[in-house]
């Protein structure tokens, strides 16, 4: 027996008993006379005590030897601690060390293993099994299986049965680049990892499951950022016999679950906005409604008067910073350098600080009047006290780039806060999208999703105005789940290809076996898939998705640790009947 208790569960009701530790040499203090040790596993820590009074010289002398993440397993008697510890379970004891082995010794770790570390990301990355060891990693991989069973737990306790679907596939355009998988018994064919399990999860439900969900990987080859990964967990769900409000009426149940569950948060409404409102109110898809700073249209109240920077734009959009007429010169020259940079890519930015005194101070006196900026001031439903911000252009990008300085000044004012939680359903998407490159349309979201029936008819005449049977959740500003209403009938389906520019043998050759399906029945179905990873990140008070992964990638797409991808020989590549071309 290695251990007869963890390094987290003694205390003082077990003073005087005989106990048996294994685990790692977390610091070790030696005063010559008296020796302590802190032994670490993944349950807590446990302070150990050699002394000369009470143990032997050559036991003293094998402590002596002991340095940072030896694995060592030790006997001895539980104590009373002299100086005892409140901030650690184990605080009030410590145990007289009467015999230890040491099970594997260690070479000195790159970083040190605590929770303030002096190792840098890359460093941390490349020793992950050490930064594991780490308090901070440790409790976000436990706090991730919390999450985990309790959205087993609910979505069971739904009627849902837990599926696994397969990662060997076929090819299919569903937005991204597919990771593929040469076969070596087919030659020349691959195989490719799924981006989600769409049509598989569809089969399902011509199969009669009902209810089915998974927590599955996902794969798709696109640039990275902090909260995007090559591979990543989604839970992913369907239904059948549903139209979009029993699917929005389960997944709220889900996410109150859990933020009852995980963070005992009540959460009584989650509101509805369409597509367009979102757009236009908060210049993206996934506002977070934590905070205000609406967007307000100044067209009718900022062109034609002189300032032809206004005038000469498509749209002339603004929005009133709570608070900030404080600013000085030099922190709204850093906004305005901050909308410039490539990131953003904005031309400038106009202001206007709306005084105590109810008089207005701003960086386009020459052309506007008190008059013209407090109309300004009352569009935006600023207060004496804030500032107006005001952006002008291209009416979609204009948007997209205030929408990025809203979020910025939203961090910047701490109204963005880890313990709020605002959930909002965005419902309403354009179906299609226009894509300049290819000159043809492509599907919003993927292209199962079912026009509203009300908009079929436009598919004909104007396609860009027809809305998707589609709904996205957000919490906080982050797009958490997103799914639809699906196209179930052959006809229909063959329909939405034509429109999205497949022809009829290209239809067939991509998703024969999924217009075959529908050919025995399809019943009608929906379904959601929440993105695991963003979800608890978002749960566990941040938005970067990295720690909560045991082993994530680097924004290059590189397993540091195990040095992948990499390369094969040329027997692997002959094998595959693959010839690199370089």
């Known amino acids: 027996m290695y251990r007869s208790h963890t390094c987290g569960e003694l205390n003082a009701q077990q003073i005087g008993n005989k106990v048996t530790l294994s685990g790692w040499v977390q610091k070790v203090r030696n005063k010559g006379f008296m020796i302590w040790v802190d032994l670490r596993d993944r ?3 446990t302070q150990l005590i050699f002394d000369e009074e009470r143990s032997s010289k050559e036991l003293m002398d094998k402590a002596g030897s002991l340095a940072r993440e030896f694995v060592i397993q030790v006997e001895g008697s539980v104590i009373e601690r002299e100086s005892k510890n409140p901030n650690i379970a184990t605080g009030e004891i410590e145990v007289l060390v009467e015999d230890f082995k040491i099970l594997n010794s260690s070479k000195t770790p790159p970083f040190t293993i605590e929770d303030e570390t002096d190792g840098g990301e890359d460093l941390r990355m ?58 070596r018994m087919n030659e020349g064919q691959f195989y490719a990892l799924p981006q989600s399990p769409q049509t598989f999860k569809q089969l399902l439900m011509v ?71 979102a757009m236009r109110k908060y210049g993206n898809d996934k506002p977070d409604i934590r905070f205000g700073m609406e967007f ?50 904005a031309n400038g930015l106009v202001w206007a600080k709306y005084n105590e005194d109810g008089s207005l101070k701003s960086s386009v006196d020459k052309f506007y009047s008190q008059e013209d900026l407090k109309a300004w001031a009352e569009a935006t439903g600023a207060n004496p006290g804030d500032l107006i911000l005001v952006m002008a252009g291209d009416s979609a990008k204009t948007r997209t780039q205030l929408s990025a300085l809203r979020m910025h000044l939203g961090n910047e ?19 299609l999208e226009w894509d300049e490159e290819t000159e043809r349309f492509h599907a919003m979201h993927h292209p199962f999703t079912s026009p509203k029936k009300e908009d079929f008819a436009l598919l004909e005449t104007e396609p860009a105005k027809v809305r998707a049977n589609a709904y996205d959740l957000v919490l906080n500003g982050n797009e958490i789940g997103g799914g639809s209403i699906r196209i ?37 179905h929906g379904g959601i898939a929440f993105g695991f990873d963003r979800l608890v990140a978002i749960l566990g008070g941040q938005e970067s998705i990295r720690d909560f992964i045991a082993f994530p990638k680097n924004n290059a797409g590189r397993d540091v640790m195990i040095d992948a991808p990499a390369k094969l020989d040329e027997q692997q590549l002959n094998e595959l009947h693959l010839k690199l071309k370089l």
């Open 43 to 45: 349950y807590g820590l």
């Open 126 to 183: 490349k020793y992950r099994y050490l930064d594991i060891r780490r308090n901070p990693v440790k409790n976000k991989l436990m706090f991730r299986h919390q999450v985990g069973m309790k959205v087993r737990n609910y979505l069971s306790n739904e009627g849902f049965i837990e599926v696994e679907t397969p990662y060997l596939i076929k090819s299919t355009p569903e937005g991204a680049r597919d990771f593929v998988v040469p076969s």
């Open 207 to 277: 199969g009669g499951m009902d209810k089915y969900f998974q927590i599955v990987k996902c794969f798709r080859d696109e640039d990275l950022r902090a909260d995007r990964q090559p591979e990543f967990t989604q839970i992913d769900c369907e239904m059948a016999f549903v139209e979009q409000e029993d699917i929005l009426n389960i997944f709220e149940g889900l996410t109150r679950h859990l933020l009852k569950e995980i963070k005992d948060v009540d959460v009584a409404e989650f509101p509805r906005m369409t597509y367009d409102d």
């Open 296 to 345: 307000a249209e100044l067209d009718d109240l900022a062109k034609n008067k002189g300032f032809n920077v206004f005038d000469q734009q498509e749209l002339v959009v603004g929005i009133a910073v709570p608070g900030a007429a404080s600013y000085t010169r030099k922190e709204i020259d850093n906004l305005i350098s901050w909308v410039k940079r490539p990131q953003v890519g």
């Open 413 to 431: 004012l701490g109204l963005r806060k880890a313990d709020e939680f605002a959930p909002l359903w965005v419902v309403d998407f354009p179906l």
């Open 488 to 524: 179930h009938d052959k006809e229909t389906q063959s329909q939405m290809f034509k429109y999205l520019g497949f022809t009829p043998e290209e239809a067939k050759e991509q998703f024969g076996f999924l217009m075959d399906a529908f050919q025995y029945g399809a019943p009608p």
